[in-house]
């Protein structure tokens, strides 16, 4: 007989929200973003989700936004940097796009 609860390991409503937020990165964001990501797929999903970061962080749009994408060798895995005048506070956003929800999308240091 097999369990019709999930394992501990994944996460209760992961699909769910996998699928939203690609859908949300696929309409609202990466048509500002295609020549960053340059047609590929998984690169447009984490820098989708850096620039719902950046997004939330300034209150702007993804055409405001795109300007504190990095994207490139060299950068120590750092997708996003923004500086808050107002909180002097120097935001460094590392994102990854996982398909199935298990693993932690964006993370964001602050410093100040």
């Known amino acids: ?8 390991s994944e996460p209760k409503y992961g699909n769910i929200a996998v699928s939203r937020v690609k ?3 696929n309409t ?3 048509p500002e973003i295609t020549e960053i990501c340059k047609n590929d797929e998984q690169k447009a999903l984490s820098i989708g989700l850096t ?3 950046l997004q939330e962080m300034t209150g702007r749009d993804v055409s405001f936004c795109k300007k504190y994408i990095i ?3 060299k950068d120590n895995g750092i997708d996003g940097i ?3 005048k107002s909180e002097n506070k ?3 956003i590392q994102s990854k796009w996982s398909n199935n929800g298990k693993k932690l999308l964006v993370q964001v240091i602050y410093q100040n």
């Open 51 to 53: 620039a719902i970061c």
């Open 1 to 8: 007989m097999t369990s019709s609860h999930p394992s501990n």
């Open 82 to 84: 923004y500086y808050n």
């Open 23 to 25: 859908n949300y990165i």
């Open 28 to 30: 609202n964001i990466k």
């Open 71 to 73: 994207d490139g060798g």
């Open 90 to 92: 120097l935001n460094f």
